[in-house]
């Protein structure tokens, strides 16, 4: 008799665990999507993604909002993140401006209750639970490595920036500048900042080419002025005459490498932003634990493979 007890009560406590795990995925969740604007289009690639997630893994249960300054501002961005605290959302993904100055609303955030993950760019001293993107450290180095296989070991180059203090651009700008310190004779005569403005960062390097009439390449850690049909900021000069390397490889970036004013695109995995991000929300949900950093890869792109790349657009998933 004492067994049958005891067996009756584990199967309550088994069926009433179901049930609360039951319950757990069934109930309705808002997520709240935050880059770091709304005015460029890698965060709409985004965007779709993180649609795409809710849809194919939410069972109709999952809401997800788009909340972000029209321009690049840390300090809106912080204003965004308190309102959706006191909103009470049930989780935010968040692609940080300045990774210091969205510390303290971050940890807000969590010690609220709310969990928080990053994408494309971090503040890895904040209490956020995971990152996913690209290795900004590894994509500045590999950057460096490209410049030096199509360049050569001279010249004189520029580095196109967006807003001061982003982590992951400061991130891959210094790999690259640590790395060309084994090539003394690669000299950066000018860093430009556009402000994640696209005009501007086409503005920014034709003017830094007209000072400087013996650059010989540029590396973009940010693709504004690539977002933009050819030839941009390549005007005044002719295809294959200098050496580019560029971050992101949207269709419209795709064009300058078949023109020839750009080697190597790094395609990020800009669809992922938004798709892992909120399956990681999901899973913290329902009480998985993601990995602090997961690395999204780089796809290098050149004219022998730009075809094969166009065709992912297809589908938009990368």
Same mark, same amino acid.
């Given at each position: 008799?004492?067994?049958?007890?005891t067996?009756?009560v584990?199967?309550?406590?088994?069926?009433?665990?179901?049930a609360?795990?039951?319950?757990?995925?069934?109930?309705?969740?808002?997520?709240?999507?935050?880059?770091?604007?709304?005015?460029?289009?890698?965060f709409?690639?985004?965007?779709?993604?993180?649609?795409?997630?809710?849809?194919?893994?939410?069972?109709?249960?999952?809401?997800?909002?788009?909340h972000?300054?029209v321009?690049?501002?840390?300090?809106?961005?912080a204003?965004?993140?308190?309102?959706?605290?006191?909103?009470?959302?049930?989780g935010?993904?968040?692609s940080?401006?300045?990774?210091?100055?969205?510390?303290?609303?971050?940890?807000?955030?969590?010690?609220?209750?709310i969990?928080v993950?990053?994408?494309?760019?971090?503040?890895?001293?904040s209490?956020?639970?995971?990152?996913?993107?690209?290795?900004?450290?590894?994509?500045?180095k590999?950057?460096g490595?490209?410049?030096?296989?199509?360049?050569g070991t001279?010249?004189?180059?520029?580095i196109l920036?967006?807003?001061?203090?982003?982590?992951?651009? *400061?991130e891959? /700008?210094?790999?690259?500048l @640590? #790395?060309l $310190?084994?090539?003394?004779?690669? &000299?950066?005569?000018?860093?430009?900042?556009?402000?994640?403005?696209?005009?501007k960062?086409?503005s920014?390097m034709?003017?830094?080419?007209?000072?400087?009439?013996?650059?010989?390449?540029?590396?973009?850690?940010g693709?504004?002025?690539?977002?933009?049909?050819?030839?941009?900021?390549?005007?005044?000069?002719?295809?294959?005459?200098?050496?580019?390397?560029s971050?992101?490889?949207?269709?419209?970036?795709?064009?300058?490498?078949r023109?020839?004013?750009?080697?190597?695109?790094?395609?990020?995995?800009?669809?992922?932003?938004?798709?892992e991000?909120?399956?990681?929300?999901?899973?913290?949900?329902?009480?998985?634990?993601?990995?602090?950093?997961?690395?999204?890869g780089?796809? *290098?792109?050149? /004219?022998e493979?730009?075809? @094969? #790349?166009? $065709?992912?657009?297809e589908?938009? &998933?990368?």
């Amino acid at each position: 008799m004492k067994n049958l007890l005891t067996i009756f009560v584990s199967v309550l406590l088994l069926l009433s665990g179901c049930a609360k795990k039951q319950e757990v995925k069934q109930q309705q969740w808002t997520f709240a999507f935050v880059p770091k604007l709304l005015d460029n289009p890698v965060f709409q690639v985004a965007w779709e993604g993180a649609q795409a997630a809710a849809k194919e893994l939410g069972n109709g249960k999952i809401i997800v909002e788009r909340h972000a300054p029209v321009k690049s501002d840390a300090v809106e961005q912080a204003q965004i993140i308190e309102s959706l605290i006191e909103r009470k959302v049930n989780g935010i993904a968040i692609s940080v401006n300045d990774a210091d100055a969205l510390k303290s609303s971050i940890d807000k955030a969590m010690d609220a209750g709310i969990p928080v993950v990053t994408f494309d760019s971090d503040s890895p001293e904040s209490k956020r639970i995971s990152y996913y993107g690209t290795h900004n450290v590894n994509c500045g180095k590999q950057m460096g490595e490209l410049l030096v296989k199509h360049m050569g070991t001279k010249g004189k180059i520029g580095i196109l920036m967006g807003t001061p203090g982003a982590p992951n651009l *400061e991130e891959r /700008k210094n790999a690259l500048l @640590e #790395y060309l $310190k084994g090539y003394p004779d690669i &000299k950066v005569v000018a860093t430009e900042f556009c402000y994640d403005d696209v005009n501007k960062g086409v503005s920014v390097m034709e003017a830094a080419m007209q000072a400087n009439r013996d650059m010989t390449g540029w590396v973009l850690p940010g693709a504004w002025a690539l977002f933009t049909p050819p030839p941009g900021p390549f005007a005044s000069i002719k295809p294959g005459s200098m050496t580019v390397i560029s971050i992101d490889a949207l269709p419209e970036e795709l064009e300058y490498v078949r023109q020839g004013y750009v080697n190597v695109l790094l395609g990020q995995k800009l669809w992922g932003w938004g798709y892992e991000s909120i399956r990681s929300l999901i899973g913290i949900k329902e009480g998985k634990t993601p990995e602090k950093i997961i690395d999204s890869g780089l796809d *290098e792109v050149t /004219k022998e493979n730009v075809e @094969e #790349y166009a $065709k992912k657009w297809e589908t938009g &998933k990368f």
